[in-house]
């Protein structure tokens, strides 16, 4: 079983949807929690970064981490297809080595 | 630079030979993370910088993959006798953190894409 996993899609959804991206974790240690997204051909960069259960919001974009069931989500409202792309989740304890989920593919469709 | 640059952007390798990929981080940050992404997979983790100090690198598939940062700037990821496997993207990226330092935000290269045929 892989420390982290995330439905790799790909989901395609109209623009002005709410989007919802989930992942799921085996290590307990994990203790910070991040969102990147990655477009074709493109590093990943960071979306949200979040520490302990709770949510945080950043515009269009709410991070939720419920720890005791080892879950967190992404949701992105009024979607764009701007917003099409590959969202990976990542965590890590308290030393720097992140560890990603495998991506789910979004796609919105005008 | 503005941002963390790799280079070559796309190499392509014969099984058996020896590459060197390039990462340029961004000026003055002190972690240097070297990750390598198979297609449709997320980035996994192969080693890790503080500075010119090799602090982990755990992830390292085989010992046919060595890494250095001998000035703790610019860092070279070395694969000797290139196999079909290790064909993939490799990413490089930096931040200002220290081990320990929870406000990490790692910024990545747009990698190099390696195809060993």
């Known amino acids: 079983q892989k420390e982290v996993e995330q439905d790799p899609g790909p989901l395609s959804v109209p623009e002005g949807a709410i989007v919802s991206l989930n992942c799921t974790y085996s290590n307990s240690a994990f203790q910070y929690f991040m969102w990147y997204r990655q477009y074709s051909r493109k590093g990943p960069e960071l979306l949200m970064y979040?520490?302990?259960?709770g949510n945080k919001e950043d515009g269009r974009f709410t991070a939720q981490v419920d720890k005791s069931s080892k879950y967190i989500s992404l949701f992105i409202r009024d979607s764009q297809p701007s917003d099409s792309a590959t969202y990976l989740c990542?965590?890590?304890?308290?030393?720097?080595?992140?560890?990603f989920g495998p991506g789910t593919s979004l796609s919105v469709i005008p | 630079g503005a941002g963390v640059s790799q280079s070559p952007r796309y190499k392509v390798a014969k099984r058996g030979q020896d590459v060197a990929l390039r990462c340029d981080p961004i000026?003055?940050?002190?972690?240097l993370f070297w990750y390598q992404q198979a297609l449709g997979q997320g980035p996994e983790f192969l080693t890790y910088f503080q500075n010119e100090a090799q602090l982990d690198k755990s992830g390292l598939p085989s010992d046919r993959f060595f890494a250095e940062r001998p000035e703790g700037s610019v860092s070279t990821l070395k694969i000797q006798r290139t196999q079909q496997e290790d064909s993939a993207v490799y990413l490089c990226a930096s931040s200002l953190a220290r081990v320990g330092d929870w406000r990490t935000e790692a910024f990545f290269g747009q990698g190099t894409r390696l195809t060993v045929v």
């Open positions: 979040t520490y302990s259960s």
């Open positions: 990542a965590m890590k304890t308290s030393y720097d080595k992140v560890i």
């Open positions: 000026s003055g940050h002190v972690s």
